[in-house]
């Protein structure tokens, strides 16, 4: 059964109605930018073609429910409710689509009065999750994608991928940039993405001279979510320092250049400098890699994933153990043209550009040597540059549900 009809004939399981909308998100890798959208700075990364489906009907109250499909489990909770569990970010971004948080916010998306945005939901799919491919915000806006439709509020997909992005940071918790949501919302097949975290302008750039693996890693390490936000502190904190010492106005580290940070390091406390030398390179190296992808320069490509990994891991310490090893391997394999650490580390995935003849060589000399390495056997996908956000209609039928 093909994802899209389990997550129908689930739906109907549940609520004993078709639904009448899907909604279709896809997970994301990103080629080079890591920890540089909350900096206001440019990141290149690229939808994926595995997804979180949502099927929806809509409701006239203020409810959600919402049945997971993966864990046969169903929530019930009202628009605006405070929630620390998965459904967090389905409830969260109801909530702020519906303008319960942020009257400012609510205005800038255009949102009506209305007498409520319930809806009846079943989320399926399959984005790996907890492996750095932004499973959360696949969910964020596969559901922004069904409450928009089955509630004709007409939002575009930018002004969805924003809401997505303050549902996690206010509603969630999670102080991210705005990369996960609108690389899933505003994906292109067969591009990666060059979008500007501060100007919010995107450029799709052609991408097929590679092969993509995303080695899953299979483990977690506690510090992901305090870590990252322990990132985000300290990145503030080096702006503001660097606003002092450099005599200029520095909104983030995006207005401080590599050597602006080596003038100043010593007057920085560790690790500011460290964080601060790792956002302001690689943020050179997002604008060099989006040069080479179109030129067509892969081997280019490549050593600048190297060169991200080894910044990620010394300059900004949000690597470990096990995602270096996965690194390591493949810098020792033929035919690999780089790879780097993705998400927000501790745990998770890498991706890595690969000859295409050679993924299922390199895939069993990366499973046997990971294994080697750590005792862990790791989980191999291979990725193609897909869509982002899509939404079908549906026309129910007593069999089947069809698109319009």
């Known amino acids: 059964m093909d994802t899209t009809h389990g997550v129908v004939e689930t739906f109907r399981r549940e609520f004993a109605e078709s639904p009448t909308v899907l909604s279709r998100a896809p997970g994301r890798v990103n080629l080079v930018g890591g920890h540089v959208d909350y900096n206001d700075g440019i990141v290149l990364p690229a939808a994926i073609n595995r997804a979180t489906v949502v099927a929806a009907r809509p409701r006239t109250d203020d409810t959600i429910r919402v049945h997971s499909a993966r864990m046969d489990e169903t929530v019930t909770a009202r628009v605006g409710d405070p929630r620390d569990d998965w459904a967090a970010y389905v409830v969260g971004t109801a909530t702020v689509l519906d303008g319960d948080v942020g009257a400012d916010d609510s205005d800038v998306l255009g949102a009506d009065e209305s007498d409520g945005i319930g809806a009846d939901l079943v989320v399926g799919g399959d984005v790996i999750v907890g492996a750095g491919v932004s499973s959360s915000a696949s969910l964020e806006v596969a559901v922004a994608g069904a409450l928009n439709a089955v509630h004709d509020l007409g939002r575009s997909r930018e002004e969805l991928a924003d809401a997505c992005w303050r549902a996690e940071n206010e509603e969630v918790g999670m102080a991210c940039g705005i990369m ?14 060059r979008l500007d975290c501060r100007s919010r302008d995107v450029r799709a750039i052609p991408f097929d001279d590679a092969a993509v693996l995303v080695i ?16 985000v502190r300290e ?38 400098a460290k964080r601060a030398r790792h956002v302001t390179t690689e943020i050179r190296r997002v ?34 153990r096990e995602l270096n090893a996965v690194v390591d391997v493949l810098d020792d394999t033929d035919d690999v043209f780089g790879a780097r650490m993705v998400g927000g580390g501790w745990g998770g995935s890498v991706i890595a550009l690969v000859e295409p003849a050679a993924t299922d060589r390199v895939a069993e000399t990366v ?15 291979a990725a193609a540059f897909g869509d982002g956000l899509v939404v079908d209609r549906l026309a129910s039928t007593t069999d089947d549900a069809t698109v319009d």
Do not use: M
């Not at 499973?367 to 996908?381: F, K, L, M, N, V």
């Open 180 to 193: 996960d949501q609108f690389a899933s919302a505003l994906g292109e097949a067969g591009h990666a993405l």
């Open 367 to 381: 499973r046997a040597g990971y294994r080697d390495h750590t005792g862990i056997d790791c989980e191999i996908h």
């Open 287 to 320: 604008r060099t890699a989006a040069d080479a992808l179109a030129d067509g320069d892969t081997d280019r490509v490549g050593t600048l994933l190297r060169e991200s990994h080894r910044s990620l891991r010394e300059d900004y310490e949000v690597s470990c």
């Open 216 to 231: 899953d890693t299979t483990v977690s390490h506690e510090l992901t979510e305090s870590g990252f936000n322990d990132r």
């Open 235 to 272: 990145c503030h904190e080096a702006t503001a320092r660097l606003d002092e010492l450099l005599g200029k106005r520095v909104r983030s580290l995006r207005d401080v250049t590599p050597a602006d940070v080596s003038a100043h390091a010593d007057a920085l406390d560790e690790p500011l």
